[in-house]
């Protein structure tokens, strides 16, 4: 009697287990919590603070790359520290993706800082919810907002160099394409414009916005007050028409201040000189009213952006990979899955042992 009755405590609370479980992923409410590292690992924020500051403090533009690649990371399988995988082979990762490749950087910075955090709480604190605090103070320390960062994210034990070339938006796509990409994450039209000023960062490539300058980059001009032939022709010489050997040559993507976290942006898209043409679109589109609209609130008002972007990040932060939470792991480094550590070590541990044999 009294095993009938514990296998039946037992079978209730795997039930209890399995309807909460439903239930979180269910109402689409990532199981995240403010406190997460609370007890185990209680100085994660001063670390990740410290390490992004001497980042940004020697090169502006790292807060630019580390907030790109928790966008590209969110996009694709969630937030879930996949884009950070590097290529084995068992597995392709997202880095060689057509929106990723020579394009997205900052990987170095996550490895100083989860070399950090294993020096400090060793296995604690995954490489996902390192790359959403990193992504917060990046935007801190160059003059944005702050917010605070749900946390308890884990690792993937997969990536995908399909999904990060169907989910990434690119440069030349139009209106209706981004849009429905955001909404497909759970984003509205206001996150999608929110979170397209964090153009107020960062640069661009060439191949990223050639068709742009020799496309509409007139058209799109504000008829009163037309854009300068010199701003024309100094993209133009940055990126001429033909030719690979400038591909990779860079434009500032807020041509007035660059390194700084402000609403220049819109001011910029209201002026006709957005570098991309998916950013000039949120303003010149015909299909745009909401998002000319929103262009506009946030132009004239920087508190509204700041509030916005704030609760779009956390939005953004927040399409967490279910899947991740069962199977999920927290790396030791952020480029390799355990498994495939493992692996290495044994690799290691046999070409030792061989060589002390022959
Ligand atoms: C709306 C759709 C978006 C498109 C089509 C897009 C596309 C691009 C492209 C083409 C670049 C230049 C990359 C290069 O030339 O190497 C870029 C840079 C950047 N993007 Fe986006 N992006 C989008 C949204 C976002 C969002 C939502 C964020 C973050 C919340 C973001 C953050 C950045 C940053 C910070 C840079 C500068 C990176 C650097 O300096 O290297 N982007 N984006």
């Given at each position: 009697?009294a095993?009938?009755?514990?296998?039946?405590?037992?079978?209730?609370?795997?039930?209890?287990?399995?309807?909460v479980?439903?239930?979180?992923?269910?109402?689409?409410?990532p199981?995240?919590?403010l406190?997460?590292y609370a007890?185990?690992?209680p100085?994660?924020?001063?670390?990740v603070?410290k390490?992004?500051?001497?980042?940004?403090l020697?090169?502006?533009?790292?807060a630019?790359?580390?907030?790109?690649?928790?966008?590209?990371?969110?996009?694709?399988?969630?937030c879930?520290g996949?884009i950070?995988?590097?290529?084995?082979?068992?597995?392709?990762?997202e880095?060689?993706?057509?929106?990723?490749?020579?394009?997205?950087?900052?990987?170095?910075?996550?490895?100083?800082?989860?070399?950090?955090?294993e020096?400090?709480?060793?296995g604690i604190?995954?490489?996902?919810?390192?790359?959403?605090?990193?992504?917060?103070?990046?935007?801190i320390?160059v003059?944005?907002?702050?917010?605070?960062?749900?946390?308890?994210?884990?690792?993937?034990?997969t990536a995908?160099?399909?999904?990060?070339?169907?989910?990434l938006?690119?440069?030349?796509?139009?209106?209706?394409?981004?849009i429905?990409?955001?909404?497909y994450q759970?984003?509205?039209?206001?996150?999608?414009?929110?979170?397209?000023?964090?153009?107020?960062i960062?640069?661009?490539?060439?191949?990223?916005?050639?068709?742009?300058?020799?496309g509409d980059?007139?058209?799109?001009?504000?008829?009163?007050?037309?854009i300068?032939?010199?701003?024309?022709?100094?993209?133009?010489?940055?990126?001429?028409?033909?030719?690979?050997?400038?591909?990779?040559?860079?434009t500032?993507?807020?041509?007035v201040?660059?390194?700084?976290?402000?609403n220049?942006?819109?001011?910029?898209l209201?002026?006709?000189e957005?570098?991309?043409?998916?950013d000039?679109?949120?303003y010149s589109?015909?299909?745009g009213?909401?998002?000319?609209?929103?262009?506009k609130?946030?132009?004239?008002?920087p508190?509204?952006f700041f509030?916005?972007?704030?609760d779009?990040?956390?939005?953004?932060?927040n399409?967490?990979?279910?899947?991740?939470?069962?199977?999920?792991?927290?790396r030791?480094?952020?480029?390799l899955?355990l498994c495939?550590?493992?692996?290495t070590?044994?690799?290691?541990?046999?070409?030792?042992?061989?060589a002390a044999?022959l």
């Amino acid at each position: 009697m009294a095993i009938s009755n514990r296998v039946y405590e037992v079978m209730m609370m795997v039930c209890v287990f399995f309807v909460v479980s439903y239930s979180l992923f269910e109402t689409g409410e990532p199981p995240l919590t403010l406190d997460y590292y609370a007890k185990t690992c209680p100085n994660v924020l001063q670390v990740v603070r410290k390490e992004m500051e001497c980042a940004v403090l020697s090169e502006p533009r790292n807060a630019a790359f580390v907030v790109r690649l928790h966008f590209h990371d969110c996009f694709v399988q969630g937030c879930d520290g996949s884009i950070l995988l590097d290529d084995t082979i068992t597995l392709k990762g997202e880095k060689k993706a057509s929106n990723n490749i020579h394009s997205l950087k900052g990987f170095r910075i996550i490895d100083r800082i989860k070399n950090s955090l294993e020096s400090e709480c060793p296995g604690i604190v995954s490489c996902a919810d390192i790359l959403t605090i990193a992504a917060r103070d990046a935007v801190i320390l160059v003059g944005g907002p702050y917010w605070e960062v749900p946390l308890g994210r884990k690792d993937s034990t997969t990536a995908s160099y399909e999904l990060a070339n169907t989910n990434l938006p690119s440069a030349n796509e139009g209106l209706l394409s981004i849009i429905s990409k955001f909404l497909y994450q759970g984003l509205s039209v206001t996150d999608t414009v929110a979170l397209s000023g964090a153009h107020t960062i960062g640069m661009a490539r060439c191949e990223n916005f050639r068709e742009r300058i020799y496309g509409d980059f007139e058209a799109t001009s504000d008829t009163n007050n037309p854009i300068s032939k010199s701003y024309i022709e100094k993209l133009r010489s940055i990126c001429p028409q033909v030719g690979k050997a400038a591909e990779n040559n860079i434009t500032a993507m807020d041509n007035v201040t660059p390194e700084l976290f402000d609403n220049s942006y819109f001011h910029m898209l209201m002026r006709g000189e957005g570098v991309l043409k998916s950013d000039q679109e949120l303003y010149s589109s015909l299909l745009g009213m909401e998002t000319k609209a929103l262009v506009k609130k946030y132009a004239a008002d920087p508190l509204a952006f700041f509030q916005q972007f704030s609760d779009s990040m956390v939005k953004l932060g927040n399409i967490t990979n279910s899947d991740s939470f069962f199977t999920g792991e927290v790396r030791k480094n952020c480029r390799l899955r355990l498994c495939s550590l493992v692996i290495t070590k044994l690799t290691l541990n046999r070409s030792i042992y061989l060589a002390a044999f022959l």
